[in-house]
């Protein structure tokens, strides 16, 4: 079960006391986890002997009073059933603050009450101290459909509970819908949410050498590749084309090409999270740009079409932890079966990512150099379901996927390689651009300026 594998779960289950929170979206899956949690703590983590559980949703969410009462005494109840010598402890509270015995559990427990007296949640919240054992067997409380609650009841009570409970129980997991008035309420405190899951996933996606390649390519001298912002087919491309293919002979200029849209492209700095810069919040007006740089002479990180997936699902990801969803199910089978990323399972995700959000993005740029750099033949991992993987065939199958949108108006690949016959084959009768036909003058240029200066330089050593 993957939740039990979050860092944040271990922690909390490893210290001896405290509170871990859960927001989800998925009603449903919430809670056949709670109920696995359930029934499977005792057997995963031996020190949690008790389980105590609490739905919210059953109480009067019309009256807040009345809701609060109702958890606090489910809560004393499901105690002292567990724990039948609390009530001796109880006793004792109550000779402390001098209140009679039996008049005092006529006032927890409704019974025999004079008209008009009723219990008040300050009292309950004390019991309920008093009947948590401190020694002994540990207990593990679950709290779950906080959420259903009035706004006013769950904060009152969670208010009570985190500020008089927590250093006497030994777990107390509250679970809760998503949102932010409810994120609100726990902030600082140890929670599994989907933004933290997240940011797991992507740090089980990142790998160090994702961007060495693209870091050393120079950038370009003055405007000589400037003429790339009007080139008809780039614009068509950005406007709304699926696929573009930049080719041209080696030294010509590709890669530093590829660096300036890149860098063109990427989002502000100031469009980063507020809250963790490692990822970015969501933005539906913000185009999402990625890239991968491949390179025969850095090793197969930059050859392996295994790796040019994982930088560009970690770099999507960051830049928009709301693509999660599209995450959460591969990442949570993974998580939990203690396995890695394979390829078959990047592919799955970057295409459910490409099916879905094509009509709810403007566009998705990803630019690949250096393709011709990339393995002829990549053999599957061991344990991998699928076959071999060749050169041309994971360039068609993007294609493949850039050309299915309609419009072009989601996923938009940029392609530079050198003009080989392979690559020529794989994207068909697509849109190209030729780099030479382009940057010869700037090429030229650039020349008579170098010997330019070599000139100037030697006349100044004759001066001399």
Same mark, same amino acid.
């Given at each position: 079960?993957?939740?039990?594998?979050?860092?944040?779960?271990?922690?909390?289950?490893?210290?001896?006391?405290?509170?871990?929170?859960?927001?989800?979206?998925?009603?449903?899956?919430?809670?056949?986890?709670? %109920?696995?949690?359930?029934?499977?703590?005792?057997?995963?983590?031996?020190?949690?002997?008790?389980?105590?559980?609490?739905?919210?949703?059953?109480?009067?969410?019309?009256?807040?009073?009345?809701?609060?009462?109702?958890?606090?005494?489910?809560?004393?109840?499901?105690?002292?059933?567990?724990?039948?010598?609390?009530?001796?402890?109880?006793?004792?509270?109550?000779?402390?603050?001098?209140?009679?015995?039996?008049?005092?559990?006529? *006032?927890?427990?409704?019974?025999?009450?004079?008209?008009?007296?009723?219990?008040?949640?300050?009292? !309950?919240?004390?019991?309920?101290?008093?009947?948590?054992?401190?020694?002994?067997?540990?207990?593990?409380? /679950?709290?779950?459909?906080?959420?259903?609650?009035?706004? @006013?009841? %769950?904060?009152?009570?969670?208010? *009570?509970?985190?500020?008089?409970?927590?250093?006497?129980?030994?777990?107390?997991?509250?679970?809760?819908?998503?949102?932010?008035?409810?994120?609100?309420?726990?902030?600082?405190?140890?929670?599994?949410?989907?933004?933290?899951?997240? !940011?797991?996933?992507?740090?089980?996606?990142?790998?160090?050498?994702?961007?060495?390649? *693209?870091?050393?390519?120079?950038?370009?001298?003055?405007?000589?590749?400037?003429? #790339?912002?009007?080139?008809?087919?780039?614009?068509?491309?950005?406007?709304?084309?699926?696929?573009?293919?930049?080719?041209?002979?080696?030294?010509?200029?590709?890669?530093?090409?590829?660096? !300036?849209?890149?860098?063109?492209?990427?989002?502000?700095?100031?469009?980063?999270?507020?809250?963790?810069?490692?990822?970015?919040?969501?933005?539906?007006?913000?185009?999402?740009?990625?890239?991968?740089?491949?390179?025969?002479r850095m090793g197969e990180r930059a050859t392996r079409?295994?790796?040019?997936?994982?930088?560009?699902?970690?770099? !999507?990801? *960051?830049?928009?932890?709301?693509?999660?969803?599209?995450?959460?199910?591969?990442?949570?089978?993974?998580?939990?079966?203690?396995?890695?990323?394979?390829?078959?399972?990047?592919?799955?995700?970057? @295409?459910?990512?490409?099916?879905?959000?094509?009509? @709810?993005?403007?566009?998705?740029?990803?630019?690949?150099?250096?393709?011709?750099?990339?393995?002829?033949?990549?053999?599957?991992?061991?344990? %991998?379901?699928?076959?071999?993987?060749?050169?041309?065939?994971?360039? %068609?199958?993007?294609?493949?996927?850039?050309?299915?949108?309609?419009?072009?108006?989601?996923?938009?690949?940029?392609?530079?390689?050198?003009?080989?016959?392979?690559?020529?084959?794989?994207?068909?009768? /697509?849109?190209?651009?030729?780099?030479?036909?382009?940057?010869?003058?700037?090429?030229?240029?650039? #020349? @008579?300026?170098?010997?330019?200066? #070599?000139?100037?330089?030697?006349?100044?050593?004759?001066?001399?």
């Amino acid at each position: 079960m993957w939740f039990v594998h979050m860092p944040e779960y271990q922690r909390w289950i490893k210290s001896g006391h405290g509170t871990l929170c859960y927001l989800d979206s998925d009603g449903a899956k919430m809670s056949a986890l709670v %109920s696995n949690i359930v029934k499977m703590g005792l057997s995963l983590h031996p020190v949690l002997s008790q389980t105590i559980y609490l739905d919210c949703s059953q109480y009067d969410t019309s009256n807040p009073a009345e809701a609060e009462m109702g958890a606090l005494h489910s809560l004393i109840y499901q105690n002292i059933f567990l724990h039948p010598g609390s009530l001796e402890r109880l006793s004792e509270y109550f000779k402390t603050i001098r209140q009679p015995v039996g008049r005092s559990f006529n *006032r927890l427990f409704h019974e025999n009450m004079d008209e008009g007296v009723q219990p008040d949640c300050g009292f !309950m919240v004390d019991a309920l101290r008093w009947v948590i054992p401190v020694d002994g067997l540990p207990s593990f409380t /679950i709290i779950d459909k906080i959420d259903c609650m009035t706004r @006013e009841a %769950s904060q009152r009570m969670l208010g *009570r509970l985190l500020s008089k409970i927590n250093d006497e129980a030994d777990h107390i997991l509250f679970v809760g819908h998503n949102d932010p008035d409810l994120a609100a309420k726990f902030e600082g405190l140890p929670t599994i949410s989907p933004r933290v899951e997240a !940011m797991h996933c992507i740090g089980s996606l990142h790998f160090q050498e994702w961007d060495d390649r *693209r870091s050393i390519v120079e950038t370009p001298f003055g405007d000589t590749d400037e003429w #790339i912002w009007t080139d008809p087919a780039f614009v068509t491309w950005r406007e709304r084309s699926g696929i573009l293919w930049i080719k041209g002979k080696p030294g010509c200029g590709k890669s530093t090409i590829a660096r !300036m849209i890149t860098d063109r492209l990427a989002r502000p700095k100031e469009r980063q999270s507020t809250i963790n810069p490692a990822i970015a919040d969501p933005d539906p007006d913000s185009t999402i740009a990625v890239n991968f740089f491949y390179s025969a002479r850095m090793g197969e990180r930059a050859t392996r079409h295994y790796y040019m997936l994982r930088s560009i699902l970690y770099q !999507m990801l *960051r830049q928009d932890y709301s693509l999660y969803v599209h995450f959460k199910c591969t990442y949570r089978r993974i998580l939990g079966d203690g396995t890695t990323w394979m390829l078959e399972d990047l592919m799955y995700v970057f @295409e459910t990512i490409i099916a879905d959000c094509s009509s @709810e993005r403007p566009s998705l740029c990803c630019v690949l150099d250096g393709f011709d750099e990339s393995d002829e033949i990549e053999c599957p991992q061991p344990g %991998s379901q699928k076959s071999k993987k060749t050169q041309t065939s994971m360039l %068609s199958w993007l294609a493949d996927l850039a050309l299915k949108q309609t419009h072009g108006s989601w996923l938009k690949i940029l392609v530079l390689s050198r003009p080989t016959t392979s690559i020529s084959r794989a994207l068909g009768a /697509i849109a190209s651009i030729t780099v030479e036909e382009h940057n010869l003058p700037a090429i030229i240029k650039l #020349i @008579e300026d170098g010997l330019s200066k #070599i000139k100037q330089s030697v006349s100044n050593i004759r001066i001399r």
